[in-house]
């Protein structure tokens, strides 16, 4: 099945290969609910570790779209925006990740994280 294949390809860092799975898998319109978002979180991951933060964002967002209660993509998109140093837009998607999962340590870090550097930048008048 093209999500187990796609992920394994993934772990494996082979990200052209898992992106080409996930992608069939998507457009095979065979998933549904949380086995679609999940699939499109996942190709956005492999789109990110690609560099092609457009394409993750993308991702990411048809993810949200699709499962609105499903905490990681909101996690996903927020540390692309960090590093695009969008950090207002950032921040608005980790509240939203601990909205959902209060438990989320990674968005609780990355949120406090996004916090200290839109400061740092605000004092240095850029």
């Not at 950090?87 to 999962?101: I, Q, T």
Request: hydrophobic fraction near 40%; proline fraction near 3%.
């Amino acid at each position: 099945m093209e999500p187990e294949a796609a992920q394994a390809q993934l772990a494996a860092r082979r990200l052209a290969a898992a992106e080409e799975l996930y992608s069939r898998f998507i457009a095979r319109g065979a998933g549904a609910g949380r086995d679609l978002a999940t699939a499109l979180n996942d190709r956005g991951q492999a789109r990110y570790l690609r560099v092609e933060f457009a394409a993750a964002v993308e991702d990411y967002t048809a993810a949200i779209e699709c499962q609105p209660a499903f905490e990681v993509p909101y996690y996903n998109r927020g540390l692309v925006l960090y590093r695009l140093g969008c950090f207002d837009e950032a921040m608005k998607d980790f509240r939203k990740a601990l909205e959902l999962n209060p438990q989320f340590e990674d968005a609780a870090l990355s949120l406090k994280q996004a916090n200290l550097d839109k400061e740092e930048k605000q004092k240095r008048g850029y």
